[in-house]
Every structure is written in C-alpha cells, then in structure tokens.
C-alpha cells in the first residue's frame, strides 16, 4: 500500500476490480473475485478510517482554538477599551464619549466573536457532514461489496 493512499482512493480500486471482475452467466449482476485482493483492500481501508477520524477530531479542535482565540482577542480589545474609558474619566463629554466607543467597541467584539462562532461552526459541521457522508457512502458500497461476495460463495458452494 502507497504511503498517500486513502479511503476513497482504496475504494476505487475495489470498484474497479468489481468492474473488471469476471461476470457469472446469467447471474444478474455476480461477479468472480479475488477474495484474498478484497479482503487486503478492506484491511487497508480499516487502517485508513482511524486517520481520517483523527483527522475529523484535529478539525474540531482548530475549530475550539479558533474560538479561543477570538474570545482572547475580544477580551483584549474590551480590555483596551475599558482603559481608555479610566483615563478620560476626568472630563465630562470625554467619558460619555469613551463610554459610547467602550460599547460600541465591545458589540462590535461581541458581534465579531458570534460572527467566528458561527462561521467556525458551519464550517466544521460542513466539513463534518461530507466526512459522514463519505463514510456513509464508503461503508454501504462495501457492506453491498460483502453481500455480493457472500452470496457469490453461496452460490459456489451450491
């Protein structure tokens, strides 16, 4: 097995050895195959589902550094604000100045901070969906490729 191959790459290759399997007369859709070849393929493909789940978890935690990042970089831009805030405290129009910029500066940060969330979030949970989709996708095409192997050796053994 090639050191970059993956799931969706081993399961092309079971489809097209299925393609290329030799049909059984008049057997609607039965085909001869190498067991040993889809049992090896299946092996590889069970060694590849624990890397690309790893995969799946190391997205979702980008996704939490992503959000701890910004809930850091709101706090500091609050911070900021709430400083220079206390030092136009002296003046009258500047603190109602630095107060409206204080809560302008800290919607605008929680605004942005929602804003990441979300956008993290749909995007972790798009890339989540395909991931499942995929596997979903990958684990019905091999449990058919199972019943057509097994039926075939049923039939053989008839």
Known sequence: MAINITVDDL??????????????PLSKGK???DSRDV????????ENLPQESRQARAIVA???????DARRESETIIRVAEE?????????????????????????TQQKCREMRKASNDYIDDLMKRTDDALAGHLSE????RQSIKASQRNGLK
């Open 62 to 68: 980008d996704r939490n550094q992503i959000i701890s």
């Open 142 to 145: 091999l449990r058919k490729t």
């Open 39 to 46: 049992l090896d393929i299946i092996a590889d493909i069970r």
């Open 84 to 108: 220079k805030a206390r030092a136009m405290v002296n003046q009258n129009e500047i603190v109602r100045q630095a107060q409206q910029k204080a809560n302008e500066l800290m919607n605008q």
């Open 31 to 33: 085909a001869v195959l």
């Open 11 to 24: 399961l092309d290759e079971l489809e097209e050895m299925v393609n290329k399997a030799t049909h059984l």
